[in-house]
């Protein structure tokens, strides 16, 4: 699973251990601004990911997660 973050074209964490995003915070519209494409991946389908809180509770905004 790759997750891609708004602030940089770059791949970020995709999931911690136990199934949550990881660093979702960063993640958002990236794939939808570009539909869906990445340099160097090329296009990549993506869904939205739940709403909810990291480890430290952080809370997590809504995303595309890039499978």
């Keep these: 699973t790759l997750v891609v973050g708004?602030?940089?074209?770059?791949?970020?964490h995709a999931?911690?251990?136990i199934g949550?995003?990881?660093?979702a915070e960063r993640v958002h519209s990236l794939l939808e601004s570009t539909k869906g494409r990445i340099p160097g991946y090329g296009f990549c389908p993506w869904r939205s990911f739940?709403?909810?809180r990291r480890k430290d509770n952080?809370?997590?905004s809504g995303g595309k997660v890039c499978e």
Aim: aromatic fraction near 10%; avoid cysteine; hydrophobic fraction near 35%.
């Design 6 to 12: 708004p602030r940089s074209p770059f791949i970020v």
């Design 15 to 17: 999931r911690d251990s």
């Design 20 to 23: 949550r995003l990881s660093d």
């Design 50 to 52: 739940r709403i909810g």
């Design 58 to 60: 952080f809370p997590v």
